[in-house]
């Protein structure tokens, strides 16, 4: 198979029969997409909510992770480039490798000369275009150890204190990315500043689910395990969990804000990521001071029961 090969969306049946022998033989598959470049996406449905697994084509180029909606030049998108539009974090299986990343569909010339890149590798994605008058989106799948900061903690979990640290730490480098990919955005344009660009909103939304997956877990897990642990905490879980509201609605402001490219106003945005940094920045540093001491002396992964 060459990585322009593609699998219709609407064959659930065959893409399953794929995914099956993917998993069964550590990434390798026969057939007619023997020798291919094959991994599979899971995406969050842009409605549904559901998880949804594709086999796709990809290609390595200037150093990225690349897959191109395609649909094998069918005049619509293909419904796994929706949802990562709505939910950017998504789940790639890599041969043997598992990992979250972030995808972030270029734009531009950045798009252009990437998508050069992938013909020239698999020129089959050349033939899709000349098909159909819809630009096929090149998507890049962000492995969320690249551009790691110095010092950034790399060791393994071994309690729940070490593991809410790591979250932490995620949360705090995608709002210095976050941050700083604005200023930059911001300074780019001329007397006026320049409409939201997708990787900006794309970055803005994967931060955004992150930290709601991260709360979730906490005030539905974490918390009340704790409360009934350390019952002398419970004053503090309720604060924390009142923080939780409260930031919850500054990022709702945040996802409104990058909804609408055409219409999101950069300054507003600027604005509302000030203030949902200062906030959060806050509450984690107030999260650790209170409950670190306790969550070290819990093992990460907790024991069988």
């Not at 020798?35 to 594709?54: I, M, N, P």
Request: proline share 7%; glycine share 10%.
């Amino acid at each position: 198979m060459s990585s322009s090969s593609s699998i219709p969306s609407s064959s659930s049946s065959f893409n399953q029969t794929v995914i099956d022998e993917f998993r069964a033989r550590g990434g390798r598959v026969g057939g007619p997409f023997e020798g291919g470049d094959l991994l599979l996406l899971t995406t969050v449905g842009a409605h549904s909510g559901r998880e949804h697994t594709v086999p796709l084509g990809f290609v390595r180029a200037d150093g990225l992770l690349l897959v191109v909606a395609s649909a094998a030049g069918a005049p619509e998108h293909p419904q796994w480039y929706r949802n990562l539009l709505t939910h950017p974090l998504v789940r790639v299986e890599l041969g043997t490798e598992v990992f979250d990343a972030t995808a972030v569909p270029a734009e531009g010339e950045r798009r252009d000369r990437l998508f050069e890149a992938v013909v020239r590798s698999a020129p089959g994605y050349g033939d899709y275009q000349r098909h159909t008058a819809r630009l096929l989106p090149v998507v890049v799948l962000e492995h969320p150890g690249a551009g790691a900061e110095p010092g950034a903690r790399t060791r393994e979990a071994a309690s729940l204190a070490d593991k809410l640290l790591e979250v932490h730490d995620w949360l705090r480098a995608r709002l210095r990315q976050l941050r700083t990919e604005t200023e930059a955005h911001l300074a780019g344009g001329a007397g006026q500043a320049p409409p939201l660009g997708l990787q900006l909103r794309q970055h803005c939304l994967a931060f955004c689910q992150g930290l709601t997956v991260h709360h979730t877990g906490e005030d539905r897990g974490v918390f009340p395990a704790l409360a009934r642990s350390h019952p002398e905490l419970r004053g503090v879980l309720e604060r924390l969990a009142e923080q939780h509201r409260a930031v919850a609605r500054l990022k709702e402001e945040l996802v409104a804000l990058v909804s609408d490219l055409g219409s999101a106003d950069p300054e507003s945005f600027r604005a509302a990521l000030a203030r949902t940094t200062d906030a959060l920045e806050a509450h984690l540093a107030h999260e650790e001071r209170e409950l670190l001491p306790a969550l070290a002396g819990i093992p990460f992964p907790p024991p069988d029961r």
